[in-house]
């Protein structure tokens, strides 16, 4: 004769999986709006912390190879930070003064130049537009002039908005005492706080969380490391290319082409704009140098779409261009400054938990249905599937 079943055995053990998966759901739904609500909360004051997280993160690979090499941890952390602090301070010193003066140069001469490229527009005669395709030249001038100060107005807006910033970052005293400070025990302590927060995942699901944390980190080194070390050459590059061919304020919208190209296309079509405009006010009617100066561009675009991007960044960021401008739009409008360093690496996250999401999707009984492997689709249109 067959068992009765006791109570509280199996009967009652079945829902356990469920109400398991269901307080994993509730604790992480949690634990997430707990981080946006601090980020909220104290994005005034994280600004030294989220950087010198940041600086330890990208400079933790060199720990590691001077690790390799045989130093200890805490001279390799020693010998990395005081290198990047003696680079900073000689960039405060030489190349900061450089870009205020040519900045407060090029803010007193913008108007000036708005209105030179305005008055060669106005002179321009499109007649052989209106004879060929019934343009108006009239209307092509006002139109024109009209988009030029549009052009002016953000451009102006930008520049205020990116002064704005940089003076509320410089005024906060704490972040340049802060920043190396927290980046110092961050990087000495990297390899022990990732085995601890390792040591806390639940064991039945280690595999798949360091599974999802490797693809992460390979998304976020490839585009924070990688891409960094693309816009900082290209800045140079575009510098030295505009420096060279005797453009006004060459080394400041070289850098700040260069800076900006974390945006895809956005910081090299902002760059040709604003040195196009300058080289026509500065050298018109001279197109030799007007095409010089555009030739920087698209030769910085070739060195970067086939040389930098695929040596530094490769295949493996898995960002795609309009994700990634979302992102860095959404975090800088939540959290300011602290939500941009922080957008990368979320975005990041979100965008392989969703991939992950979706692959379990896809293996689902709710995608496949409940038919056992083998069986033919019951719906014909998929038979062939």
Sequence with gaps: MARA????????????????LTRQILFWLGAFVAVIAFLLVFSSILLPFVAGMVLAYFLDPVADWLERHGLSRLAATI?????????????????????????????????????????LITEFDPGWLERTIGVNAQSLRE???????????????????????GLAIINIGGLLVVTPVVAFYMLLDWDRM?????????????????????????????FLRGQGTLCI????????????VGLNFGLLIGLFAGLISFIPYIGSLVGLVLSVGVAFVQFWPD?????????????????????????????????????????????????????????VPASAAVAVLVRFALGRYLDSPLY????????????????SE
Excluded: C
């Design 143 to 165: 139109a024109l002039s009209g988009l030029i100060s549009q052009g002016a107005g953000f451009l102006t807006g930008l520049f205020q908005s990116l002064w704005t910033s």
């Design 287 to 343: 197109w030799t140098m007007v095409a010089a100066v555009a030739a920087i561009f698209f030769a910085g675009q070739f060195v970067e779409g086939n040389i930098l991007q695929p040596k530094l960044v490769g295949k493996s960021v898995g960002l795609h261009p309009v994700w990634l401008m979302f992102a860095l739009f959404a975090f800088g409008s939540l959290f300011g400054f602290v939500g941009l360093l922080l957008a």
């Design 233 to 244: 050459i290209l800045g140079v590059l575009y510098a030295i290319g505009l420096t060279i």
């Design 194 to 222: 990732i085995a601890k927060v390792d040591s806390w995942v639940p064991r039945d699901h280690v595999g798949t969380v360091r599974r999802l944390a490797r693809d992460i980190n390979t998304a976020t080194a490839g």
């Design 368 to 383: 496949r249905g409940h038919r056992q492997t083998g069986d033919l689709p019951a719906d014909p249109a998929v038979r």
């Design 5 to 20: 079943t006791p109570p509280g055995t199996d009967a009652e053990a079945e829902p356990a999986p469920k109400a398991s």
């Design 79 to 119: 010998v990395i930070l005081f290198a990047f602090l003696v680079s900073f301070v000689v960039a405060l010193m030489v190349i900061v003064p450089i870009l205020a003066t040519q900045f407060a140069g090029f803010a007193a001469n913008l108007p000036a130049y708005l209105a030179t490229l305005q008055a």
